[in-house]
């Protein structure tokens, strides 16, 4: 057992010593960039480390560790795919909440105003102050209104017209 991890470890130093420099060079051509070249060097033979059966029969050591390095840079692509997809995707859901979220200022101004038309509607009959909140905060049409309230449309407008009469007096006072 232990022979048999000295004769790997003793292959291993070999294809390192009497190739890494090629796949290095080859690899520096290819990328462009001699860091990236020597990180894909290193990790391809530490694939190769992990694998000891294909170091045990490999017959064409250059062609063995060019067809590891171009798995590695094919899995390193896919993983930069994968990774540029999650932070435009991570991008635009941040966007989307910033552009939904409320600021402060703008919560106190919309209680404010739902407070001064609680008190403008205050005294208004309960249909008319009902057909107000379905058809101008609600945004429903006057037939849903209606439909709601169980009157016609034109009871509605009629609702309506009362109750912004009424708020017409509660603002002037």
Do not use: N
Not at 12 to 28: D, S, T
Not at 33 to 42: E, F, I, K, L, Y
């Amino acid at each position: 057992m232990a022979l048999a991890g000295a004769v790997l470890q003793q292959q291993l130093q070999v294809l390192y010593r009497e190739h890494h420099g090629w796949l290095f060079g080859w690899l520096r051509r290819r990328l462009g960039c001699g860091h990236h070249a020597a990180d894909v060097a290193q990790d391809t033979f530490v694939r190769i480390l992990g694998s000891r059966d294909a170091l045990l029969g490999m017959r064409e050591p250059r062609a063995y560790l060019v067809t590891t390095a171009k798995r590695l840079l094919i899995d390193e692509a896919r993983r930069r795919l994968i990774e540029q997809a999650y932070l435009a995707e991570l991008a635009a859901v941040a966007a989307a909440c910033r552009e939904a979220a409320a600021s402060a200022e703008e919560v106190a101004q919309t209680i404010e105003a739902l407070l001064q038309i609680e008190l403008a509607l205050d005294g208004l009959p309960p249909k008319a102050r009902q057909a107000f909140l379905l058809c101008y905060l609600e945004g429903h049409t006057h037939a849903v209104a209606a439909e709601a309230l169980g009157v016609s449309t034109k009871m509605v407008q009629k609702y309506l017209i009362q109750a912004l009469a009424h708020c017409q007096r509660a603002v002037q006072g």
